[in-house]
């Protein structure tokens, strides 16, 4: 591995090369699982399935309030053992950020998927009464909202 170096310039400053970290540990491709391909196109058929913007639960805003109260429930760490399969996962998935994760972001990430899955319920609830927002900035901030990147921000802060 390459080694640090400096140097001393006139004014006093020091100049802190640091070596090519990269080339280093990233130089092979990583390892794929072999079932990755085909998981993925399972999963993502399943999420599709269950979507709110295409899904069942686009036009059923009593089956999208149950699975939303169940995901914030889940975030607030109340007891309860989910039966729903997208809570099931995202049980299995908020244990493991909780795990590794700081309390700063956890509740950063809570916050903003809350403000997530409220703005998909807003989407629901007009999209099952067919009424939609009365001008283009609403519509466009109402889709911001819902389109699940404020939730990432969180994780790569």
Do not use: C
């Not at 400096?6 to 970290?21: A, D, R, S």
């Not at 908020?94 to 998927?113: C, E, H, I, P, Y």
């Amino acid at each position: 591995m390459g080694s640090l170096e400096h140097t001393l310039k006139e004014n006093g400053m020091v100049q802190v090369t640091l070596p090519e970290m990269f080339l280093f540990f990233l130089a092979q491709p990583p390892r794929v699982n072999p079932h990755y391909e085909k998981v993925r196109q399972e999963s993502e058929a399943w999420l599709l399935k269950i979507a709110f913007d295409n899904g069942h639960l686009q036009k059923n805003p009593e089956e999208a309030r149950k699975l939303i109260d169940g995901l914030v429930s889940i975030m607030r760490n109340e007891n309860f053992e989910p039966e729903h399969p997208l809570l099931i996962a995202y049980k299995s998935i908020w244990l493991r950020l909780s795990q590794t994760s700081s309390k700063g972001v956890q509740n950063r990430f809570a916050a903003s998927m809350t403000s997530y899955v409220e703005a998909v319920m807003q989407q629901v609830n007009l999209q099952s009464t067919a009424v939609l927002t009365s001008t283009i900035e609403g519509l466009v901030a109402l889709r911001r909202d819902s389109i699940a990147t404020t939730p990432i921000y969180a994780l790569i802060e």
